[in-house]
Protein backbone atom coordinates (compact mmCIF):
# COMPACT_ATOMS: atom_id res chain seq x y z
CA UNK A 1 0.00 0.00 0.00
CA UNK A 2 1.31 3.40 -1.32
CA UNK A 3 0.65 6.19 1.00
CA UNK A 4 0.34 9.88 -0.22
CA UNK A 5 0.85 13.12 1.93
CA UNK A 6 -2.04 15.77 1.38
CA UNK A 7 0.12 18.22 -0.01
CA UNK A 8 1.20 15.77 -2.42
CA UNK A 9 -1.84 14.56 -3.64
CA UNK A 10 -3.49 18.44 -3.49
CA UNK A 11 -0.51 19.47 -6.12
CA UNK A 12 -1.14 16.68 -7.86
CA UNK A 13 -5.25 17.60 -8.45
CA UNK A 14 -4.25 21.29 -8.79
CA UNK A 15 -6.08 23.05 -11.79
CA UNK A 16 -3.76 24.46 -14.48
CA UNK A 17 -3.47 28.28 -14.50
CA UNK A 18 -1.79 29.79 -17.76
CA UNK A 19 0.03 32.97 -16.52
CA UNK A 20 -0.53 34.80 -19.69
CA UNK A 21 -4.45 35.18 -17.89
CA UNK A 22 -6.01 37.32 -15.53
CA UNK A 23 -8.43 36.29 -13.48
CA UNK A 24 -11.70 37.63 -11.53
CA UNK A 25 -12.53 36.12 -8.24
CA UNK A 26 -15.45 35.13 -9.72
CA UNK A 27 -13.92 32.58 -11.50
CA UNK A 28 -13.77 33.97 -15.18
CA UNK A 29 -10.76 34.58 -16.96
CA UNK A 30 -9.57 37.41 -19.42
CA UNK A 31 -7.71 37.49 -22.25
CA UNK A 32 -6.72 40.67 -24.36
CA UNK A 33 -7.15 39.67 -28.08
CA UNK A 34 -6.28 43.16 -29.50
CA UNK A 35 -6.39 46.56 -28.91
CA UNK A 36 -9.54 47.03 -27.42
CA UNK A 37 -11.04 43.32 -27.19
CA UNK A 38 -10.92 40.44 -24.73
CA UNK A 39 -11.61 37.39 -24.44
CA UNK A 40 -13.68 35.94 -21.59
CA UNK A 41 -13.80 32.30 -20.10
CA UNK A 42 -14.07 30.31 -17.05
CA UNK A 43 -11.37 28.69 -14.77
CA UNK A 44 -10.36 25.51 -15.14
CA UNK A 45 -11.07 25.30 -11.37
CA UNK A 46 -14.44 26.35 -11.95
CA UNK A 47 -15.40 23.87 -14.71
CA UNK A 48 -14.00 20.95 -12.54
CA UNK A 49 -16.06 22.11 -9.22
CA UNK A 50 -19.47 22.72 -11.89
CA UNK A 51 -18.64 18.59 -13.29
CA UNK A 52 -20.25 17.65 -16.38
CA UNK A 53 -21.61 21.05 -18.15
CA UNK A 54 -24.70 20.41 -20.18
CA UNK A 55 -25.77 24.29 -21.22
CA UNK A 56 -24.40 28.02 -21.84
CA UNK A 57 -26.29 30.37 -21.88
CA UNK A 58 -24.35 33.12 -24.10
CA UNK A 59 -24.94 36.91 -23.93
CA UNK A 60 -26.45 38.84 -26.30
CA UNK A 61 -24.10 40.06 -28.86
CA UNK A 62 -24.28 44.32 -28.58
CA UNK A 63 -25.02 43.99 -24.92
CA UNK A 64 -23.22 46.57 -22.95
CA UNK A 65 -22.18 45.17 -19.34
CA UNK A 66 -20.23 46.53 -16.57
CA UNK A 67 -17.83 45.12 -14.97
CA UNK A 68 -18.66 42.30 -12.56
CA UNK A 69 -22.29 41.98 -14.33
CA UNK A 70 -23.83 39.12 -14.19
CA UNK A 71 -24.00 38.47 -18.42
CA UNK A 72 -24.37 34.33 -18.83
CA UNK A 73 -24.67 31.47 -17.07
CA UNK A 74 -23.55 27.75 -17.79
CA UNK A 75 -25.29 24.86 -16.34
CA UNK A 76 -23.83 21.38 -14.96
CA UNK A 77 -25.79 17.93 -13.74
CA UNK A 78 -25.18 19.60 -10.18
CA UNK A 79 -25.96 23.03 -10.63
CA UNK A 80 -25.90 26.38 -12.65
CA UNK A 81 -23.70 29.26 -12.35
CA UNK A 82 -23.74 32.83 -13.45
CA UNK A 83 -20.92 34.24 -15.20
CA UNK A 84 -19.93 37.70 -14.70
CA UNK A 85 -18.19 40.18 -16.85
CA UNK A 86 -14.39 40.80 -15.72
CA UNK A 87 -14.32 44.50 -17.57
CA UNK A 88 -16.78 47.18 -19.07
CA UNK A 89 -17.71 46.57 -22.40
CA UNK A 90 -19.86 45.66 -25.02
CA UNK A 91 -20.23 41.85 -26.34
CA UNK A 92 -18.81 41.94 -29.53
CA UNK A 93 -18.86 37.75 -30.52
CA UNK A 94 -19.62 34.89 -28.23
CA UNK A 95 -18.89 31.42 -29.21
CA UNK A 96 -21.58 29.53 -30.68
CA UNK A 97 -20.01 26.08 -30.40
CA UNK A 98 -20.18 26.06 -27.02
CA UNK A 99 -24.15 26.13 -27.55
CA UNK A 100 -24.28 22.67 -29.63
CA UNK A 101 -21.17 21.39 -27.11
CA UNK A 102 -21.02 22.90 -23.39
CA UNK A 103 -18.76 19.74 -22.44
CA UNK A 104 -15.68 21.32 -24.53
CA UNK A 105 -15.44 23.57 -21.52
CA UNK A 106 -14.99 20.96 -19.15
CA UNK A 107 -12.13 19.50 -22.33
CA UNK A 108 -10.17 22.94 -22.06
CA UNK A 109 -11.78 25.64 -19.66
CA UNK A 110 -8.50 27.99 -21.53
CA UNK A 111 -9.23 27.14 -25.24
CA UNK A 112 -12.48 28.01 -25.18
CA UNK A 113 -13.55 30.86 -24.74
CA UNK A 114 -17.18 32.21 -24.13
CA UNK A 115 -17.80 35.89 -25.07
CA UNK A 116 -15.39 38.74 -26.68
CA UNK A 117 -15.70 42.31 -25.18
CA UNK A 118 -14.81 45.16 -26.59
CA UNK A 119 -13.68 47.50 -24.28
CA UNK A 120 -12.21 51.59 -24.23
CA UNK A 121 -9.56 50.37 -22.17
CA UNK A 122 -7.97 47.17 -22.00
CA UNK A 123 -5.99 47.29 -19.05
CA UNK A 124 -6.58 44.49 -16.80
CA UNK A 125 -4.50 45.47 -13.85
CA UNK A 126 -7.12 45.36 -11.42
CA UNK A 127 -7.82 41.20 -12.49
CA UNK A 128 -5.83 38.66 -10.34
CA UNK A 129 -2.52 37.56 -11.96
CA UNK A 130 -2.32 33.37 -12.13
CA UNK A 131 -0.45 33.69 -8.88
CA UNK A 132 -3.08 35.40 -6.61
CA UNK A 133 -6.05 33.47 -7.72
CA UNK A 134 -3.98 30.01 -6.96
CA UNK A 135 -3.55 31.93 -3.37
CA UNK A 136 -7.43 32.52 -3.83
CA UNK A 137 -8.60 28.60 -4.76
CA UNK A 138 -6.56 27.36 -2.15
CA UNK A 139 -7.85 28.67 0.44
Not at 24 to 39: C, F, M, R, S, Y
Request: glycine content about 4%; overall charge negative.
Amino acid sequence: MMLYDKANLESTFMSHIPNNLKYAKTHEWAKPVGDHLIQVGISDFAQEELGDLVFVELPEVGRKVSAGEQCAVVESVKTASDLYSPVNGVVTQVNTALADDPSLLNQDAYTHWIFTLEVEDASLAHLLDAASYQAQIET
